[in-house]
């Protein structure tokens, strides 16, 4: 099982920015064969796509944050990283990352949930106004 562990998470004013981090384990011989993709979860709200890069390196976005979110996938560090700007209050949520072998995705076809065997616990990003 691979163990996934978020960070960089927390508070922030309207406009800013954050970058969550995704360290792996587990992974480090073959980590580049692992779609990976970042989730989030508001309170009532379901779980949501919000960014995914599958092992050939192709990427989704949610029309919500395109041009807003940067994912980047760093298969010598064994990182994902979302790189967040222009925050906004409807961008607080609990941010999860996700990793699985051989999932394809990507363009306007989003990652599926249900599809991903390993997550992280989670990392909350409040935004205020």
């Known amino acids: 099982q691979v163990q996934l562990a978020e960070s960089g998470g927390g508070s922030v004013q309207a406009g800013g920015s954050v970058t969550l981090s995704c360290a792996t384990s587990?992974?480090?011989?073959?980590?580049?064969?692992?779609?990976m993709a970042w989730f989030r979860q508001a309170p009532g709200k379901e779980r949501e796509a919000v960014a995914g890069?599958?092992?050939?390196?192709?990427?989704f976005y949610a029309d919500s944050v395109k041009g807003q979110f940067a994912i980047h996938k760093d298969n010598v560090k064994n990182t994902l990283t979302l790189q967040m700007d222009s925050l906004m209050p409807g961008d607080t949520a609990m941010y999860y990352c996700?990793?699985?072998?051989?999932?394809?995705?990507?363009?306007?076809?989003?990652?599926?949930?249900?599809?991903?065997?390993?997550w992280g616990q989670g990392t909350q990003v409040t935004v205020s106004s």
């Open positions: 890069i599958d092992y050939g390196g192709t990427t």
């Open positions: 996700a990793a699985d072998r051989g999932l394809r995705f990507g363009g306007e076809v989003p990652p599926v949930a249900a599809l991903f065997d390993n």
């Open positions: 587990a992974m480090t011989h073959n980590f580049d064969s692992y779609s």
